[in-house]
């Protein structure tokens, strides 16, 4: 009987255990695709209500020509992305704080790499990513998928 009780709270302990380290951040990489306006991740999928830790690279070889830089704005509201994007454009490609963006990295140039880490929202869905560097977010862009 006691060993029974025993087993029991053992088999609870690990199962608390196994809770706890879902805790910890899922990390996505994403770089650009070489030298190209893309991300070389466009889909990736979180569990609703978890910790994500993005981290972003810039794989654009030091001896490019021309500017290329990047960087990562996740959207609530996919609704406002155009709105958000234009603004961004007309401020060399940083966007302003906007309550409808969900998180946003800073920019980053040629080799260069950052990270961003946050919480996945809790309603399911898929969000929209993209690049706000100018004329960039027409085609370097993807969706976070939440489940
Ligand atoms: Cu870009």
Do not use: W
Not at 7 to 22: E, Y
Not at 134 to 146: C, E, F, P, T
């Amino acid at each position: 009987m006691y060993n029974k009780i025993l087993l029991i709270l053992s088999v609870f302990m690990i199962l608390s255990c196994g809770g706890g380290s879902s805790q910890e951040a899922q990390v996505v990489n994403i770089g650009s695709l070489g030298s190209e306006m893309k991300y070389d991740v466009e889909e990736f999928t979180v569990k609703a209500g978890s910790n994500v830790k993005i981290v972003l690279k810039n794989n654009t070889p030091l001896d490019y020509m021309g500017e290329m830089q990047h960087n990562i704005v996740i959207f609530k509201d996919e609704s406002a992305s155009a709105q958000i994007i234009k603004l961004a454009e007309g401020n060399g490609g940083d966007p302003y704080p906007d309550g409808r963006i969900l998180v946003f990295s800073e920019l980053i140039d040629k080799g260069e790499e950052t990270s961003i880490e946050f919480t996945a929202p809790k309603k399911p869905g898929k969000y929209l990513y993209v690049c706000t560097y100018i004329a960039h977010a027409m085609s370097m862009r993807g969706y976070m998928i939440v489940e």
